[in-house]
């Protein structure tokens, strides 16, 4: 009698199961989704000769970048932003070469391309943003 039960209860068990894998796996019906939106890219960089260089290892040193960069020109300035606290690569950094068209050489030759085991992108840097004043107050010289 206990058997039959206890057979009873894991039968009922399994069919529950099946039921919420069932409605859960069926993406179509599931109330949640959420409508796709188009995501805008921004309109690429103009051409400069400072490049943004993503992708990078945490392994990547300045000089690791700069000599894999130094073979498509002239490289002025070369800098793997780091973390602070652990020393290890951010992930990107910025290379100057001395003319755009070395720039562009540059873009071409290491954009996805191998450094450190990595696969990592180069394109023209954009400006940085102007800051926001603290605290909503207007900008100093304005009253």
Known sequence: MAMKAATAAI???YQMCRGIRAFCSSSSTFPFNLPKTNIEK??????????FVSGLSKRTTTEGLRDAFAKFGEV????????????????YGFVRYA????AEAGIKG???Q?????VIFAEYARPRPPVPPLNNRPPQGQW
Do not use: C, I
Not at 42 to 51: C, D, G, K, R, V
Not at 76 to 85: I, K, N, S
């Open 110 to 112: 290491m954009d996805g």
């Open 11 to 13: 039968s009922a068990n």
């Open 114 to 118: 191998f450094l450190d085991g990595w």
């Open 42 to 51: 921004p309109p690429p960089a103009e051409p400069s000769t400072n490049l």
């Open 99 to 102: 003319t755009l068209q070395e």
């Open 76 to 91: 002025l300035h070369a800098r793997v932003m780091t973390d602070r606290v652990s020393g290890y690569s951010k992930g």
